[in-house]
Each structure stands twice: as structure tokens, then as C-alpha cells.
């Protein structure tokens, strides 16, 4: 008595609708739980999974972090530095002055790995249902689905996605870290730790979030020993997840001022990411010109070092790695807006330094 009999369909199927007593059973239901999509899956299997996909069970060699920083112009004793570090798959502190590519080195990581992983589109913990792939966060890998012929042996429960990585900077809250409970869908949303599981999570700016520094050292101090966090559901209860990425701190300000011994202890790996050398300076405008439509002549390096000379040497300024690529763009909007040729000169480095470096 929940479906009633309204007439014939087309191919001999027939046409139903809900009665008063089905109606009444969907509004009953919907008030447990707005949830409408594949099956949850349960919270052990969900931790099965995860250990045998383990970021520390992977130990990316030489020919992987190259292939990974293809795009981005590394030393090699930079190289030597970052290998073990990733290797550990625990975690590390990058910290210098800003601009020299700290968050583009940490957002490079995870590539290193190399692979896919599968999660879980949801999770059940005691009724709870855990959203844990975030359209935003996690980029999906298309599968042939099953077809009449032919059935998928991938469970519809599980996606294939990159491994994942996660970025939280100047707006992150202690709110993100938790369980998040939806009171409209009667569904939660899985804390930013847990979507990063099996890849990266990179906490950029730190020591710029809303919280105080002291906060969420203080909430990560024992996963960051144990590899395994505790989150409390909105029933009260806490359940038991894995800890299980690279985490990473990326800064600009002084690492004692921000964190104690306790804590960098369980930071394996502190990193300085120094300014670049003049040598090295150059060969980014080499690196990054290219890819912005310059050709590098005999007079475009000739206007670069006229730059490092006036520019730079002249009034002690610091090279920083992100600049040539700033300065470029500067001079490279200035020829589109002028309807002229892409190239270096001295003059439009000019222009560029003087609307850059105005106030700096």
C-alpha cells in the first residue's frame, strides 16, 4: 500500500505513483536523512583502504621529483634536500623570504608520487553519512563504465582519483577541521585531514590563519606522532581515522616564532628556501620567457643584465624567484596594450620595475 497502480506505459511497463502512506513514509525518511546517491560505505573499509594505498609505502626516486618540478627551475643540491624529505612521506616546514617558490614547490609534491588512488564517494560511521569526495579538492579519473555486455569489476561505491592535494591558507579555521554536520541534507562534511589522506596536505602562509599558531599545532601534535586523528561526530562519539599524508608547512616568517621544540620535533624536515643566485636569476627569465612568447636574443639578455645592474646591484634589492615571471608579464601586457612585437629592452624593464616596485 505505498504505490498505487495508475495505467499502462509504452514496452508493456506500467505507470505507479505514492499514496498517502508512501508519501508519509519518504517524509519520515527524509527527516533521518536527505542523502541521495551511491551507498556508504562502511568506516573500516574505509581504513583498509587507505593503508594499502599509503603515501609512505611509495618512495619516489630521482627521475620522479624531476619529472614532477618539470615546470619550475630547481637546483640540484635543492634536489638532494627534497628527496629524502618526500621519501619520508611525514612531513616538512619549507620557510625564507617570500616569492622564492615555497607554495609552488609544495603544491608540486604530491606529482611525485605519481599514481591514482581509489576513495570512498561517502562514509558511515553509527547511521552518520561522512561526504568524503569534494568536487573542489579532488579531481576525478573518468573509467569505462559497465555496459549490457560487459559488467565493471570496480565497486560504483569507489572513485578513481589523482592523489589528492589539499591547501589551506589565510582562511583556515579550526571549523575545517572537524566533522561539519549539515542540518538541511542531515549529512556531514569530512575535515580537510581526512580528504588528504594518501596525498598532501599543505597548510600555506602559516602563522596567517584566523587561529592562533599555538591552536593547531596543538590539534595535530599527536597525529603527527601517531599517524591517526580523532574526530568527533555530531552525536558526541569520536571515531578513529588515519592520519595519513605529507603534510606540509609553507611560511615566510621566523619558524622559533611560531612553533616549539615539541612540535618541530615531529616535523622531520626544515627546509630553507634561500634566494636565488644571479646565475640563477637569469636562467629564469631563459626558463619563464619562452613559455610568455619571448625569444631570448643577444639584446634580450643584454636588457636583463642591464636590469640585475640598475636594478638590482645598484640598490642592494634581493633577487626572488617569482619576479622574473612578474616582470615579464609587466612587459608583456605593455606590448599587447601598444600593438607592438614581443621583446626585452631596457625601457620596458623600466616601465615594469617602476609599476612593481613602487612601494616595495
Not at 46 to 68: F, K, N, S
Not at 210 to 221: G, K, S, T, Y
Request: a neutral charge.
Amino acid at each position: 500500500q505505498i504505490v498505487v497502480y495508475l495505467g499502462a506505459a509504452q514496452m508493456g511497463d506500467f505507470t505507479y505513483t505514492l499514496t498517502e502512506a508512501g508519501r508519509e513514509r519518504a517524509r519520515r525518511y527524509m527527516l533521518e536523512s536527505m542523502y541521495i546517491g551511491p551507498a556508504p560505505v562502511p568506516l573500516d573499509k574505509y581504513v583498509e583502504a587507505v593503508e594499502a594505498q599509503t603515501i609512505t609505502g611509495i618512495h619516489p626516486q630521482a627521475a620522479d621529483l624531476r619529472r614532477a618540478f618539470s615546470d619550475l627551475l630547481i637546483s640540484d643540491e635543492m634536489f638532494e634536500i627534497l628527496g629524502p624529505a618526500i621519501n619520508s612521506g611525514r612531513g616538512m616546514f619549507l620557510y625564507g623570504p617570500p616569492g622564492d617558490g615555497k607554495t609552488s614547490i609544495a603544491e608540486r609534491i604530491t606529482r611525485c608520487f605519481g599514481d591514482a588512488i581509489y576513495i570512498p564517494k561517502c562514509v558511515i560511521v553509527d547511521g552518520l553519512i561522512i561526504k568524503l569526495l569534494d568536487a573542489a579538492s579532488h579531481e576525478t579519473i573518468e573509467e569505462k563504465r559497465e555496459s549490457v555486455l560487459k559488467k565493471t569489476p570496480v565497486d560504483e561505491r569507489w572513485v578513481k582519483i589523482v592523489r589528492p592535494t589539499i591547501v589551506g591558507g589565510g582562511e583556515l579555521t579550526m571549523d575545517a577541521l572537524e566533522v561539519r554536520y549539515d542540518p538541511v541534507s542531515k549529512t556531514c562534511e569530512a575535515p580537510m585531514q581526512m580528504k588528504s589522506n594518501c596525498g598532501t596536505l599543505l597548510i600555506d602562509d602559516f602563522g596567517r590563519q584566523r587561529m592562533a599558531p599555538v591552536e593547531l599545532l596543538n590539534r595535530w601534535i599527536v597525529p603527527l606522532e601517531k599517524r591517526y586523528d580523532f574526530l568527533a561526530l555530531p552525536t558526541g562519539k569520536k571515531v578513529r581515522i588515519p592520519f595519513d599524508q605529507l603534510i606540509i608547512f609553507s611560511t615566510n616568517l621566523e619558524p622559533r616564532d611560531l612553533c616549539d621544540d615539541a612540535f618541530l620535533r615531529r616535523i622531520p624536515y626544515k627546509i630553507n628556501i634561500t634566494d636565488p643566485s644571479a646565475e640563477d636569476f637569469r636562467k629564469l627569465f631563459t626558463f619563464v620567457g619562452p613559455k610568455l612568447g619571448f625569444e631570448f636574443d643577444a639584446p634580450a639578455f643584454a636588457a636583463v643584465d642591464y636590469l640585475m645592474e640598475k636594478h638590482y646591484r645598484a640598490v642592494k634589492r634581493p633577487f626572488r624567484c617569482c619576479q622574473p615571471r612578474d616582470l615579464l608579464l609587466q612587459v608583456r601586457n605593455r606590448c599587447l596594450y601598444l600593438s607592438q612585437p614581443l621583446r626585452i629592452t631596457p625601457d620596458l624593464l623600466d616601465y615594469a620595475v617602476s609599476v612593481y616596485f613602487t612601494i616595495m
